[in-house]
C-alpha cells in the first residue's frame, strides 16, 4: 500500500522531474475537439508533432529529468512511438485526475522532489515559465499553471496529496477554480505562473500559427504542420461575412 507525507521533506538540493501527460497518438483518439475542422489523420499528425516538440522542451531544462505518464494501455504504443528517448510510465486507474494522482505517487516516493505534471499540448511555452515554476516549489507547496479558459497547463508539488483532484472538474472551465479549493482545504500554499494557452480548439491553432511562422524553432513540428494545415483551418473558421 503506498503510503503519502502531508509534510514533504526539505532539502537543499531536491530533485526536479518534469512529468508529460500523455496518450498514445492513435486516430479518433487524441485531440478530439479538433474533429469537426480538421480529418482525423491530421489532427492524430498534430497531436505526434505536438508531444515530440514538448518533450523537446522539457528536455531542453537543465537538471530536470523527463518522463511520460499515459494510461495502462498506452504504454507500450507511447514506447514504440518515443522509443528510448524519454522514460514511460503508466499510471493508476483511468482518467486525468488519477494520472495526476499516479505522477506524484511515483515521483515523490524516493525522497526530497520537486515534480510538476505538464501537459502534452504546450510546447510553445518559454522555457523560463518552467523554470519558475520549479523555483516557486521551493517556497510553496504547489504551483500551478492557469489556463485562460478555466484549466490549468501544470501542476507542482513536493509531495503526493491523494485527494487533491477528487471532483475538480478537469477539462472544464472550473477546473482552476476547484484545484485552488481542495488546495485550500489541504491547507497547501500556492503560487500560480504566468497564464496561458494550451491547444484545445481551431481557434487556439490559430492564435498559435502566427507565433510559431515568427520563431518556428519553438516548436519546429508543430510549425511544420501548421505551414501544410493552417490554410485550411483559416478558411473553416473564417469570419461571417470575409470573402
Known amino acids: 500500500m503506498e503510503s503519502y507525507s502531508q509534510k514533504p521533506a526539505r532539502s537543499a538540493n531536491p ?7 500523455a496518450k498514445a497518438p492513435r486516430l479518433g483518439m487524441v485531440k478530439t475537439r479538433l474533429g469537426s475542422s480538421l480529418p482525423s489523420l491530421a489532427v492524430t499528425q498534430l497531436y505526434r508533432c505536438l508531444l515530440e516538440d514538448t518533450i523537446a522542451l522539457a528536455k531542453s ?15 507500450s504504443e507511447l514506447e514504440l512511438f518515443l522509443g528510448d528517448s524519454v522514460w514511460v510510465v503508466a499510471q ?31 510546447p510553445h511555452l518559454a522555457p523560463s515559465i518552467l523554470d519558475s515554476a520549479f523555483q516557486a516549489l521551493a517556497e510553496r507547496d504547489l504551483v500551478i499553471g492557469p489556463t485562460h479558459d478555466g484549466g490549468y497547463y501544470l501542476v507542482g508539488a513536493k509531495a503526493a496529496y491523494p485527494t487533491l483532484f477528487e471532483n475538480d472538474g478537469l477539462g472544464t472551465n472550473s477546473a482552476l477554480d476547484r484545484l485552488l479549493a481542495r488546495a485550500e482545504e489541504l491547507e497547501l500554499s500556492s ?34 504542420w501548421l505551414a501544410e494545415w493552417g490554410q485550411v483551418l483559416r478558411q473553416v473558421h473564417r469570419p461571417k461575412g470575409e470573402q
Open 61 to 75: 531544462l537543465k537538471g530536470v529529468e523527463v518522463a511520460v505518464m499515459c494510461p495502462e494501455s498506452d504504454k
Open 15 to 21: 530533485n526536479r522531474t518534469l512529468v508529460i501527460m
Open 191 to 224: 503560487s500560480l505562473t504566468e497564464t496561458f494557452y494550451d491547444i484545445d480548439v481551431a481557434e487556439d491553432l490559430i492564435r498559435l500559427a502566427p507565433e510559431l511562422a515568427l520563431a518556428p524553432a519553438r516548436a519546429p513540428r508543430t510549425a511544420a
Open 92 to 122: 493508476k486507474g483511468e482518467g486525468l485526475a488519477a494520472g495526476l494522482v499516479s505522477v506524484f505517487a511515483k515521483f515523490t516516493a524516493a525522497g526530497p522532489q520537486h515534480v510538476i505534471a505538464f501537459n502534452s499540448d504546450s
